[in-house]
């Protein structure tokens, strides 16, 4: 009864592919969060979505483009993959925005560009 | 450009000994502050939240808050070897949703 999964967990690609990552939540939040974590290990937000509708887009590149269907699934799409795209993307949701609201992250997929 | 800072590490502390993590903040409207475990390879997980300035207690973990002094500490008592992780401070401010996270400490607890 996973929270908050995503898939692929690994993903292992050519530079210039386009590739997609899918994420879904079974906890009835409303707010769910793509970031990404580089091989420093910093952790930084890419997007949000509140309800399906896209409240934050952090200086991100136009390559990468987030769906989401529904409030349980945020799916991120990359086009023309390149080295430094290489890193772990975690998916994450809370239950609102508040600034109490904590959030939840998935397992992370593990991209590397080759 | 929000900042949250935390000395990368590692910090060594001996089994059962006080482990003692700080964090510092940059914006002074952040409003809400959290404690993430990160093991090597998996994902962040919740430890702690702090959102008024003091101590909270849970177990072994205190999270403090000095709002004036903008920094957040976290204390694990009686660390254990399965503490060894990364430790990840984490801000938001209350206007709207970014979490901004710190670059995180390293952890190890020897036995």
């Not at chain 1, 200086?59 to 269907?69: D, E, G, M």
């Not at chain 1, 890193?87 to 593990?110: I, L, W």
Request: with cysteine; proline share 4%.
């Amino acid at each position: 009864d996973t929270a908050v999964s995503q898939t692929p967990k690994y993903l292992v690609t050519q530079m210039g592919n386009d590739k997609s990552i899918k994420c879904e939540q079974n906890l009835g939040h409303d707010t769910m969060y793509w970031y990404k974590q580089d091989s420093k290990k910093f952790l930084k937000i890419m997007f949000s979505y509140n309800n399906k509708e896209l409240i934050i887009n952090e200086t991100v590149p136009n390559r990468f483009s987030p769906k989401s269907p529904d409030k349980a699934h945020l799916n991120l799409h990359i086009n023309s993959l390149e080295l430094g795209d290489s890193a772990v993307y975690f998916c994450a949701s809370s239950r609102g925005q508040g600034g109490n609201q904590p959030q939840h992250f998935g397992d992370g997929t593990r991209l590397s560009i080759l | 450009q929000k900042e949250v800072e935390q000395n990368s590490g590692p910090l060594s502390v001996p089994e059962g000994a006080i482990a003692s993590l700080n964090c510092t903040y940059s914006d002074r409207v952040s409003q809400s502050f959290f404690w993430y475990r990160q093991y090597s390879g998996k994902s962040p997980e919740l430890i702690m939240s702090i959102y008024s300035n003091g101590d909270k207690e849970d177990g072994r973990f205190t999270a403090q808050l000095n709002k004036a002094s903008q920094y957040v500490s976290l204390l694990i008592r009686d660390s254990q070897p399965s503490d060894s992780a990364t430790y990840l401070c984490a801000v938001k401010d209350n206007a709207g949703n970014m979490l901004t996270f710190g670059g995180g400490t390293r952890l190890m607890v020897k036995p």
